[in-house]
């Protein structure tokens, strides 16, 4: 199995496309891309021949930055399609003995990233800040419309996740995930479009191990099958503590315990609940390899088949690793949560 879908990634053509400030640069040789899914940059690096460029060296050596745009091809004409990536260079790296330029960046998600908050936005909707932090970045804005004025989702005068400049919500980026969180949203921002609206339902995949991948390995953690959550809360402006343990009946050792201020007794309830289903979530972790391709992404669901195990079962995409390199081929690492 290996050895057959090992010499598929060598024998595919790949092409490698590189532009800078929409400038195609020449002599792209390898690129490394994390795509992380919602509420996280994607971050790439890509790495240049300097002779191939007039000038070489002395031309990166004066880049101040910019915005960087790749694309991959595949097949026989490999004709590059849709960029996968529009980032920021975050770094550049000369090395004049292998005469290589490096790279290195995250999707525009940096733009609110870097972003400090510096006001208070209690009389705005979710989506009025999306789309005021979008524009603001010079990002086109994908945003369902929300009616709640952020404020109101605080019972309590200091607002207890945050809303301005001196509270733990310190990035717009960090704000806007608080918010998605409140309203079920997913956040991310592909190419140049921040997207912030309900979670786009997928079709699943079908994955066949002797077929479709390079390498498997499924990881099982026993304390995370059945973790009892208890959550403790202590509310002033009702003067009483409240507590509970959400996991299944006769859980009794091990577990996490949380304290979190200000809740009421159905918040308690309802936190203990998502908590410990998000770490039952992650219970079975599935690491595997496959020739590259382009239609996985982040957040994904595919069902795995052909291990003859109860590890034959439905999975979420976490995250997913592609490197290109033209001439090694094209191969991508990913990691996928079990579906409870």
Known sequence: MSDTLASAVMARPVSLTVAIGGVPVAGAERLELLQCGHFAADRFRVMLAAGATPGGAAVFSGLQGGTVTIAIGLGGGVVPGDPILTGQIDNIAVDFGAGHIV?????????????????????????????????????????????TPVGQYYELAHMRTGLGMHTRHATRWDLLAGLAALERYSLSVIGTVLTFGPPAPTPPSLV????????????????????????????????????????????????????RPNLTQAEVNREAAARQAALAAQAVLLRASM???????????????????????????????????????FVQRFEALQVA
């Open 208 to 259: 066949m191990f002797g077929r479709d991948l390079l390498t498997l390995v499924v990881d099982r953690a026993f304390g995370l099958v059945a973790p009892p959550v208890t959550v403790t809360s202590w509310n002033p402006k009702l003067k009483q503590r409240f507590s509970t343990t959400a996991g299944p009946s006769g859980a009794t050792a091990g577990g996490v315990t949380l304290v």
């Open 103 to 147: 790279l290195s960046g995250r999707d525009l998600s940096a733009r609110l990233i870097d972003a400090e908050v510096g006001q208070s936005f209690a009389n705005h909707t979710a989506s009025q800040i999306a789309e005021a932090f979008a524009s603001e970045a010079g990002l086109a804005a994908n945003v369902t419309a929300t009616t």
């Open 291 to 329: 020739p590259g391709e382009l239609t996985m992404v982040p957040d994904s669901l595919f069902t795995l088949q052909g291990t003859g195990t109860e590890f034959d079962t439905s999975y979420v995409v976490r995250t997913i690793e592609r490197s290109i390199d033209i001439r090694e081929g």
